[in-house]
């Protein structure tokens, strides 16, 4: 029974040498792995970065675009209103001109 019992304490002991010597590469893995997802995150955040200060610039480019021609637009709205009042202003001269001469004797 004092033999069997060595044995087992010597197989256990081999065993968690055998698993301490395997998982310090494990260990030493996991770091490198750490440090390539890190790399790996902050290459992927710097291009986000890029890509949305490009789609903000593109943003901020249409959005400038918009209002020139919301302004042209309402240029020539105001425009079109003045010709209207100038016609509107010329049928009544020339509605007054042609009642005065009728009337007139």
Same mark, same amino acid.
């Given at each position: 029974m004092d033999s069997g019992r060595r044995n /087992? /304490? &010597?197989?256990? #002991?081999? &065993? =968690? =040498? #055998?698993?301490a010597a395997a998982s310090i590469p494990a260990a030493i893995s996991q770091i490198d792995f750490r440090e390539e997802m890190k790399n790996l995150s902050d290459s992927m955040n710097a291009q986000y970065a890029k890509a949305t200060a490009a789609i903000e610039t593109g943003y901020q480019q249409v959005s400038n675009r918009i209002d020139a021609a919301a302004m042209t637009q309402a240029y020539q709205q105001a425009q079109i209103h003045l010709i209207f009042l100038l016609l509107l202003i010329s049928f009544a001269i020339d509605g007054g001109m042609t009642l005065t001469w009728l009337v007139t004797p």
């Open positions: /087992f /304490f &010597k197989n256990m #002991g081999s &065993k =968690a =040498a #055998g698993i």
